[in-house]
């Protein structure tokens, strides 16, 4: 690939805070909410502010999911903060996603939800014509995916896989048929050329494969269409998660997913990314906590302590309800869950826990658990304790993961639980999900 840099930024979730964030029903939202809302707009600005501040980078790609939930007003803010960008010396070349139309939009009055006036899809050409379609080579009106020159020689082809009318998260043939022409012409033109989804084109960690809403519908397909295409790099958002993973298609042709998290909640980071001499390196930078209170603790913390909080909501949510005997089982389960410690949890599976971990409570360690996979680069390999306390409770679960892999094993591909689960708390892939130099190429 020929040499470029740029900033990715993705999943600002903006929403304009005079549509109303406050009282009781919003605190009862947020509870269960990984990322902050009434704080998005002065987070995103924030972040917006540091980039235009670095006149060594020109671009700025952010790959879908712009607004909290498609309110107009919203989007109308968004934009003008992407204008002041603009102005900056900065192009700015975006894709629109499945939180950007078509969706609830609400907002939170006087302890109550009330619904605001939402985007249709239709509009959102018109609203973005200015950062990106207006430079585009192609655009697919269908899908508002799009092609640009964004460097001397370099394309983007800005895969629009939420788009009204399909499923989302999914390619369909005319798409391909589309992107076929977008990359016979790049080739033609000998320009290089990257992809940007925003859906992860290769799932994010191992067990994100066998979860629907976590990557491209028929990635495999998606992975290797572009690789053989010529495209080494594709950045994608959605599942708010640091992560780089590689895919090398039948015929030997690699590409690089780099997934970004989402810029308003844990771990919030944006990156910056070159490719020089096809050298990819990829940084990753902090986003400050703004627009609330910090009460002495740090961005990190702050950010840290919503996602988990929500986490420990999330598996409690799932905890509960139910009718008879599942509604029972649940709550049982639930009162364990909360009260017991690492090693008690371990004595259910006749596993030994490291002592490091055996006095901890169970439901804050699984929200660090969950932190962890979503901040990238995880720390629990082969050796440390938490991996060992895991290998071992999923060696006990055996006969019953051996039971569901073949209902999991889908087109020849096989499915094996322990290897997926363990390569989720631990990076085994030789680089970083954070900074990375990768030499591209086969
Ligand atoms: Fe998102
Ligand atoms: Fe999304």
């Known amino acids: 690939m020929k040499d470029f840099s740029f900033y990715l930024i993705t999943d600002t979730h903006y929403f304009e805070p005079s549509l109303g964030a406050s009282g009781k029903a919003f605190e009862n939202y947020m509870s269960r909410e990984q990322y902050f809302m009434a704080e998005s707009s002065d987070i995103v600005k924030g972040a917006f502010a540091q980039m235009a501040a670095d006149k060594t980078i020109d671009t700025i790609i952010i790959p879908g999911d712009l607004s909290k939930n498609g309110e107009i007003e919203s989007h109308k803010s968004f934009i003008k903060e992407l204008n002041k960008l603009k102005a900056s010396g900065k192009k700015i070349f975006v894709l629109t996603a499945g939180h950007d139309f078509n969706e609830k939009s609400r907002a939170f009055v006087n302890d109550e939800q009330i619904e605001v006036e939402g985007t249709p899809f239709g509009e959102l050409y018109n609203l973005y014509y200015d950062f990106g379609f207006s430079q585009a080579l192609s655009v697919d009106k269908r899908t508002l995916s799009y092609v640009a020159e964004v460097a001397d020689g370099v394309r983007m082809l800005a895969i629009n896989c939420d788009s009204e009318g399909r499923k989302k998260g999914t390619i369909d043939d005319e798409m391909y048929a589309w992107m076929q022409v977008q990359l016979d012409d790049a080739k033609k033109a000998g320009s290089s050329i990257f992809a940007i989804c925003h859906y992860p084109v290769i799932p994010p960690v191992p067990v994100f494969d066998i979860i629907g809403d976590a990557k491209l519908d028929d990635w495999r397909r998606v992975a290797s269409f572009l690789a053989d295409n010529g495209v080494e790099l594709v950045l994608t958002g959605h599942m708010h998660?640091?992560?780089?993973?590689?895919?090398?298609?039948?015929?030997?042709?690699?590409?690089?997913?780099?997934?970004?998290?989402?810029?308003?909640?844990?771990?919030?980071?944006?990156?910056?990314?070159?490719?020089?001499?096809?050298?990819?390196?990829?940084?990753?930078?902090?986003?400050?906590?703004?627009?609330?209170?910090?009460?002495?603790?740090?961005?990190?913390?702050?950010?840290?302590?919503?996602?988990?909080?929500?986490?420990?909501?999330?598996?409690?949510?799932?905890?509960?309800?139910?009718?008879?005997?599942?509604?029972?089982?649940?709550?049982?389960?639930?009162?364990?869950?909360?009260?017991?410690?690492?090693?008690?949890?371990?004595?259910?599976?006749?596993?030994?826990?490291?002592?490091?971990?055996?006095?901890?409570?169970?439901?804050?360690?699984?929200?660090?658990?969950?932190?962890?996979?979503?901040?990238?680069?995880?720390?629990?390999?082969?050796?440390?304790?938490?991996?060992?306390?895991?290998?071992?409770?999923?060696?006990r679960l055996r006969f019953i993961l051996k039971k569901v892999e073949p209902k999991l094993s889908k087109n020849g591909v096989q499915i094996n639980l322990n290897e997926m689960l363990l390569n989720t708390i631990g990076n085994n892939k030789g680089y970083s999900d954070n900074n990375a130099e990768i030499k591209l190429g086969k």
């Open 241 to 395: 998660i640091q992560s780089i993973n590689d895919y090398t298609s039948a015929n030997g042709n690699k590409i690089y997913d780099i997934c970004t998290a989402c810029a308003t909640g844990s771990p919030a980071k944006y990156r910056k990314i070159s490719i020089k001499d096809s050298v990819l390196k990829v940084e990753s930078i902090d986003i400050s906590y703004a627009g609330g209170e910090t009460n002495g603790l740090s961005s990190k913390e702050i950010f840290d302590n919503q996602f988990k909080k929500s986490i420990i909501a999330r598996i409690n949510g799932a905890l509960s309800g139910g009718k008879g005997f599942a509604k029972f089982a649940k709550k049982i389960g639930k009162n364990i869950v909360n009260k017991i410690t690492v090693g008690g949890f371990g004595r259910l599976f006749f596993v030994r826990v490291d002592k490091s971990l055996k006095k901890r409570n169970f439901m804050d360690f699984a929200g660090d658990i969950g932190l962890g996979i979503f901040a990238g680069d995880g720390k629990h390999t082969e050796g440390t304790p938490v991996y060992e306390a895991f290998s071992k409770v999923l060696r």
